[in-house]
């Protein structure tokens, strides 16, 4: 499985695929600008590829590719601690 | 700017509620933080309907439900520990925590029951880019 640069909530995504994160969210040393491409996804494992389209104080706008959507493993699942 | 909030319509305690996921204290935490940072309200995304099934309401939002497991409860017991505001566009709430303490979100485990996604299909398809949404 592909690191996850950024952190998204997929509960956040509203229905024209778009997303917010957090800056402070990203994995260290990934570069954050407008127009990059990062994988993003959450702590379960789920996965999506995106494309940034706005930075502004510390939060990043994000349009997501729908059809790149991974979800969870079960092995990924399995490493999980709530 | 502030947490866009709906007045008007206070569902009832059966209504449905449902957030996707695991619940698992790295997403509530960040989700938490993402949304204090926003809007300045420690809160997580939910989803408020008064449908029959889970699946009724996962059909009002599938590209943000698109999880494997869903945490499901109702109204009446979200508020019994947690503040539910109507926040965007329906059927989107915000549940809000009163801190990122462990123990908070344990408490918000035992409150969402965690079921399988009626609508899971492992790689579902994003609506067209440009329709309305919230």
């Known amino acids: ?82 | 700017m502030p947490l866009p909030l709906r007045k008007g319509y206070r569902p009832p305690d059966d209504a449905l509620v449902v957030r996707g996921g695991r619940q698992v204290n790295g997403d509530l935490q960040k989700a938490a933080e993402l949304c204090e940072a926003k809007h300045g309200v420690l809160g997580v995304s939910a989803f408020v309907a008064e449908v029959d099934d889970v699946a009724s309401l996962v059909d009002l939002v599938p590209e943000a439900l698109r999880h494997e497991f869903l945490g499901v409860s109702s109204v009446g017991q979200v508020r019994q520990h947690f503040d539910l505001l109507p926040s965007f566009h329906a059927p989107h709430y915000t549940i809000v925590l009163p801190d990122l303490d462990p123990g908070t979100f344990a408490i918000l485990r035992t409150v969402l029951t965690i079921e399988p996604n009626p609508r899971f299909r492992g790689k579902p398809k994003f609506p067209r880019r440009g329709t309305k949404g919230r």
């Open chain 1, 1 to 82: 499985m592909i690191a996850r640069d950024l952190w998204i909530d997929f509960n956040d995504v509203d229905a024209t695929a778009h997303v917010s994160s957090l800056l402070s969210h990203a994995r260290p040393g990934v570069a954050v600008r407008v127009g990059g491409i990062l994988f993003v996804g959450d702590d379960e494992g789920n996965r999506c590829r995106a494309q940034v389209v706005g930075i502004a104080s510390g939060v990043v706008d994000l349009a997501l590719e729908g059809s790149t959507f991974e979800a969870a493993d079960d092995s990924q699942v399995s490493k999980l601690h709530v």
